[in-house]
């Protein structure tokens, strides 16, 4: 039985079955049965003694006797229980129904078998409702060893698929394909780390023999599926580097030294400089820069984007630097054309906002040239933005954009791209209106050439039509005045093949000549004679197959992808970076600019409010400015919005007009609405912002020196942490102070402590990571990255490294996955890509 046969082919599973665990566990077919792991065992094949009992053991089997039975009595009705003791020690056995049948059902000082969950309470261990089996009868059966336990949902246990029925399905389909199960990986790497072979690891990872028989199943099952996401990403890392040309910056000119000499309004820190240089390096490389730059808020980001987009206007390109938010947007927009003044540079702003006659402007200034640089938000995204030449695309804050907008930027490179038969009509039409009669003469002798076709060519078409090349071959094709034998557009590649008369003298000529005018269009021109092509085929497509190996992939009307600087100021572990953006390259600025104080951060329960209003009061006679942030977590909910309105009227009460200007911010406020009360508390004619989280990314009023989080409780830390930055912008001392109401949860009290205590965006970042786990950080959920199977990116980063390692090592030695020894791999891989179970394109 195939592994991709629907799972109704497993004996006991009806059409209706298979839908119903298709649409609650996405289980379509056997491999994803397979590959639906449990998530706990019932482990009988261990027995523990009472002392060795931890807090944390969760379900337990012990040997022992029932010393004494009693009932007690409780709020409401009472319970049974019993002692239970072996040599060790004792605990209880507790029952809360069917109280009178247990008493008169259990031996007192007889040896029994018990098994259960345990509870931990004040010191001593108890089992509510144990199974129980005397020793003697325990001993006549063949125990079950360990069980699986499945992942349910509540549809699936109203509909009777219990945990014993899927384990059934699994069992028996284990039976009927455990044959067929392919080895993934080469013999070397499972010798290199000790795997167990594939199908004994699916076996036990099922129906473990022993608690060791599941750990080296579980070891080799995590292995293999960070080894396939990771062999994608480097990978795809090597196509971009190898393959995908990207533009040369080479030139440090006349903007970039300008600006450096004149118009940096400070030095850049060690970090901001080491991060310039790398992006240096990339941009000059001739590769296409795919670079993720992370650095906490405050770190110093806009400076580097903005020397970055300066190289790329010295070298005649455009660049764009796309953020979130439109209040963002603006003050990018704000800050790069206070930066450039007196340049002779051109920045516009494109947002949602832009009416239609500027759009139109903006839009032909991009076409022509004209405009360096575009800031906007995701308006930049459409179709009818169309830029002359992008060199550079500056994605800010990334978490906020879908990896889906991070490839559509990629588009956007050069000319508008288009595809390789647009392109070849483009050319077509060129030609086809300079020379109009000269055209239409060659489509005839195309046609008849394509008629009377050589011996030669046709043993070559049939080769190339094949497509073992992987890419696409026309015959016969209009290419300015000439017609070429064969091309491959998407490589610019030209074959020729050549009669006898090719060897004449005046023929030699006219061919150079051709092949000259050819080149200057970017083809290469690759010429075999007929005999070549007739007497050894193989040897003339090894050539060609080599010759499209060598060429750049991207070149179809000279557009390259753009470059593209992701910056991000969310940090993010690096085993987590090496998942979500295994593709990228990643430059971290891990230094602040001189001169900032640490922001001192307290937590105070509301009952505190009255001092801590004080403080305001005296923070604002000093001339500081603060923020009020409410949670809004659904900026819909009236739940919230009320909070919100409810806590700016208090404040309005306790901060009266006109000594105090207040300002308000929140997400269901018009654009223009928000961007007047912004600007007012930016300029200093408010002295307080209250807001929502609308103001958390990027904005940036140093004067503002104390940030208050109102049930602060309720935030994430890596929104905590984002809200902090507001402030801290300046030379004075800052405080943030974290409100919360008296209950808090175990959690809620782990990030308030967090912060208190450090202000290191990647310790905050990792235990944020721990709290909530890989799927709750930043954008990762679009990723698909992290739909992990078995492995988890916290605990298993120590295989996620060898993981990763594993595929860089084996890529370097063999990077088309071509060797024998790596068949299994390449199988499986071109299988995985085909189903899509590795996300697509990324970047
Ligand atoms: P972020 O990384 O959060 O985007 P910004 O680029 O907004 O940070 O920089 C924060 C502030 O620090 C800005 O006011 C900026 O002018 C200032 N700044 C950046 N780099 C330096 C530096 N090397 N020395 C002094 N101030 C700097
Ligand atoms: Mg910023």
Same mark, same amino acid.
Request: include cysteine; aromatic fraction near 8%.
């Given at each position: ?370 405009? %360096?640089?575009?800031?906007?938000? +995701?308006?930049?995204? =459409?179709?009818? /933005?169309? #830029?002359?030449? $992008?060199?550079?695309?500056? *994605? ?74 992987? %890419?696409?071959?026309?015959?016969? +094709?209009?290419?300015? =005045?000439?017609? /070429?034998? #064969?091309?491959? $557009?998407?490589?610019?590649? *030209? ?349």
């Amino acid at each position: 039985m195939n592994l991709d046969y629907p799972i109704t082919y497993i004996k006991g599973i009806s059409v209706q079955r298979a839908t119903l665990l298709y649409t609650e566990l996405d289980i379509k077919n056997c491999n994803d049965l397979l590959n639906f792991f449990p998530f706990r065992y019932i482990d009988k094949t261990q027995f523990y003694q009472i002392k060795e009992l931890q807090p944390n053991s969760s379900e337990v089997q012990i040997v022992g006797k029932i010393t004494h039975i009693k009932s007690v009595a409780q709020k409401k009705g009472s319970r049974l229980v019993a002692t239970f003791q072996d040599a060790s020690g004792s605990m209880e056995l507790v029952w809360f129904k069917g109280q009178k049948w247990i008493k008169d059902a259990l031996k007192i000082n007889t040896p029994y078998v018990v098994y259960g969950k345990l509870n931990h309470y004040n010191g001593s261990f108890s089992i509510p409702h144990p199974e129980m089996e005397l020793v003697s009868e325990y001993k006549k059966k063949l125990q079950s060893k360990m069980q699986p336990v499945y992942p349910s949902t509540e549809k699936l246990s109203n509909s009777g698929v219990s945990n014993k029925l899927m384990r059934g399905y699994i069992q028996n389909l284990l039976q009927q394909v455990y044959d067929s199960i392919e080895e993934s990986l080469s013999q070397e790497i499972i010798d290199d780390f000790k795997l167990i072979r594939k199908r004994e690891a699916l076996l036990n990872v099922h129906f473990p023999k022993s608690q060791e028989a599941l750990a080296k199943a579980q070891f080799r099952l995590k292995f293999e599926e960070l080894f396939f996401i990771q062999l994608q990403l480097v990978r795809k890392k090597l196509i971009n580097k190898t393959k995908i040309k990207g533009f040369v910056f080479d030139n440090v000119g006349e903007h970039f030294n300008h600006f450096y000499k004149n118009q940096l309004p400070f030095e850049l820190t060690n970090a901001q400089k080491r991060v310039l240089k790398e992006i240096r390096k990339d941009v000059g490389s001739g590769a296409q820069m795919n670079r993720l730059l992370q650095g906490d808020v405050g770190s110093g980001k806009t400076i580097v984007a903005l020397l970055s987009m300066l190289l790329a206007i010295d070298n005649g390109y455009q660049a764009a630097i796309m953020a979130p938010t439109e209040i963002l947007a603006n003050q990018h927009y704000v800050a790069v054309s206070e930066l450039l003044k007196g340049m002779n540079i051109s920045v516009d702003i494109l947002t949602g906002s832009v009416k239609t006659k500027k759009r139109r402007e903006i839009h032909t200034n991009l076409e022509d040239g004209s405009l %360096h640089i575009l800031v906007g938000t +995701h308006a930049l995204l =459409e179709d009818k /933005v169309q #830029f002359k030449n $992008l060199g550079i695309a500056i *994605i800010d804050e990334q978490h906020r954009f879908g990896v889906k907008q991070r490839a559509k930027l990629w588009q956007k490179g050069g000319p508008p791209q288009s595809s390789q038969r647009e392109e070849a009509q483009i050319i077509r039409k060129k030609y086809m209106t300079a020379r109009p009669s000269v055209y239409k003469l060659m489509k005839e002798l195309q046609k008849s050439k394509k008629q009377q076709s050589t011996e030669a060519e046709q043993i070559l078409w049939e080769q190339l039509r094949a497509k073992k090349l992987e %890419h696409k071959f026309r015959r016969q +094709h209009v290419i300015d =005045e000439f017609i /070429v034998d #064969f091309v491959c $557009l998407s490589k610019k590649l *030209i074959i020729e093949v050549d009669g006898k008369y090719h060897f004449s003298n005046d023929q030699k000529e006219a061919d150079e000549l051709r092949t000259k005018i050819l080149n200057e269009l970017g083809f290469k021109v690759t010429r075999f004679t007929n005999e070549e092509v007739i007497g050894n085929i193989e040897k003339v497509v090894n050539k060609i197959f080599q010759e499209l190996k060598s060429l750049p992939l991207g070149e179809v009307g000279g557009a390259s992808p753009p470059h593209i600087l992701v910056m991000t100021a969310t940090p993010i572990p690096r085993t987590l970076a090496m998942s979500v953006y295994g593709d990228l390259d990643i430059s971290v600025i891990d230094e602040l600019p001189p001169g900032r104080k640490e922001v001192k951060t307290v937590h105070r329960f509301d009952s505190n409010r009255l001092s801590v209003f004080k403080f305001l009061k005296d923070e604002i006679a000093k001339g500081r400015q603060v923020y009020i942030v409410y949670p809004l977590i659904q900026e819909s909910e009236a739940m919230d919005y009320k909070d919100l309105m409810d806590g700016y009227e208090s404040i309005s009460r306790e901060f009266p007009s006109p000594k105090y200007q207040i300002s308000i911010v929140h997400g269901k406020m018009k654009p223009a609405d928000k961007d007047f009360e912004m600007q007012r508390f930016v300029k200093g004619e408010t002295q307080i912002m209250v807001a929502t989280t609308v103001i958390e990314v990027g904005v940036n009023v140093p004067n503002a020196s104390v940030m208050i989080i109102e049930s602060a409780e309720r935030f994430g830390l890596s929104q905590l942490h984002q809200l902090r930055g507001r402030v801290g912008r300046g030379s004075d001392q800052s405080y943030c102070i974290l409100l919360t109401s008296f209950k808090l949860s175990d959690d809620a009290k782990t990030r308030l402590k967090t912060m208190v205590d450090t202000a290191d965006g990647f310790k905050i970042a990792e235990v944020d990571l721990k709290l909530r786990g890989p799927g709750n950080i930043m954008g990762t959920q679009q990723s698909g990255v992290l739909n992990l199977k078995i492995a988890d990116v916290v605990k298993d980063s120590k295989v996620l490294v060898s993981a990763r390692n594993t595929a860089i090592s084996l890529l370097q030695e063999d990077p088309n996955l071509s060797k024998k020894e790596n068949l299994p791999i390449r199988n499986t891989f071109s299988k995985m890509s085909k189903s899509s179970k590795i996300w697509g394109n990324i970047s």
